[in-house]
């Protein structure tokens, strides 16, 4: 038994010009001790991730099946194969290859995701895949839309190459376009557990929708939100200022781990003052609001970024005004 039980953690998939690569899905009994907590039903409706069948395309996979498990959200897996415009190695039977063998890879880690779920007593947690053509970034935001997802759940780092695509290249592009939120998962890090969710604001905007999804994220691990507001060197706010952006934000939701702070950073720049508000925080999510306007819209120009979710400890959540 304990043979089995082995087997169905940790699956094989060889895909050709690859290495063999292994799916380990997520400790079932951590999974277990936080659906004990409460779950949250009807928060999320679908959860879509993009797999290149690297390692932390997969640990992404494994946080949507730890969301899956609390919240009752379909897991959707993308698959985006980037043929060349020009090439003298491919033609069309090559092509055909690719994606036929593509089609059996997704299909085989659809398998074996529902294998562990149903070996688990998970099997409420439903899977499906899709598999496109295409650039990958275009494909993941034309998918998200067209299916009406919640999230998208994304690795920071992919295994690149033109059999799989580069997830770190593409996740700024996602979270610049996506119309649903994204929440970018460094490959070491996967959140059984969750204390604390901070949520970067400058006082000025309450975004209702966005508070809610963050809600929603952070209700299943009954994590402490954490409004935050970065003070540059410069800058000055009153007091008064953070007591009446908490005042309406209570008037608005009724989730009792609601926090609110005022944070003075050294730096000017604003990547790195959230960095040094996460590293002496004990953060296990940073959550944002991407603005066309506002001391984080700096923040979203692709290379700035592509710099916080690859360099971040921790995960990042981005939602959209």
């Known amino acids: 038994m304990k043979y089995e039980v082995a087997y169905l953690e940790t699956i094989s998939l060889d895909l050709t010009n690859m290495n063999t690569l292994h799916f380990t899905a997520p400790d079932s009994s951590k999974v277990k001790a936080l659906m004990a907590k409460g779950s949250n039903p009807g928060s999320m409706k679908r959860l879509l991730v993009p797999v290149d069948f690297s390692a932390c395309a997969y640990n992404a996979l494994n946080q949507s099946l730890i969301i899956a498990s609390v919240t009752g959200a379909e897991v959707v897996l993308l698959h985006a194969i980037h043929i060349p415009m020009r090439t003298d190695s491919l033609n069309v039977g090559s092509i055909d290859e690719m994606e036929r063998e593509a089609k059996e890879t997704l299909r085989g880690l659809e398998s074996s995701v529902e294998a562990w779920t149903e070996t688990h007593g998970l099997d409420h947690i439903s899977v499906k895949s899709v598999l496109s053509v ?7 935001i034309r998918v998200a839309r067209e ?8 690795g920071t780092q992919g295994a ?14 996602v979270i610049n376009h996506a119309g649903c939120p994204v929440l970018a998962m460094p490959a070491d890090r996967l ?17 209702s929708a966005a508070i809610e999804q963050v809600i929603a994220f952070a209700r299943p691990y009954l994590a402490t939100v954490e409004f935050v507001h970065l003070f540059t060197p410069n800058e000055i706010v009153a007091s008064d200022q953070l007591t009446a952006f908490e005042k309406k934000v209570r008037a608005m939701v009724s989730y009792p781990n609601l926090n609110f702070e005022g944070y003075e950073s050294f730096h000017e720049n604003v990547a790195d003052a959230l960095q040094q508000y996460v590293d002496g925080n004990k953060v296990d999510v ?13 923040l979203f120009h692709n290379s700035v970024t592509k710099k916080m979710t690859i360099s971040a400890k921790e995960p990042v959540l981005v939602m959209h005004e």
């Open 160 to 173: 690149g190459g033109v059999e799989g695509f580069l997830l770190g290249s593409n996740a700024a592009s």
């Open 147 to 154: 299916m009406d997802v919640t999230m998208v759940v994304m």
């Open 191 to 207: 959140l059984y557990e969750c204390d604390k969710v901070a949520f970067a604001t400058d006082l000025q905007v309450i975004d």
């Open 134 to 140: 295409g650039f990958p970034s275009e494909e993941i």
């Open 286 to 298: 940073l959550a944002m609001l991407k603005r066309e306007r506002g001391f984080l819209s700096g």
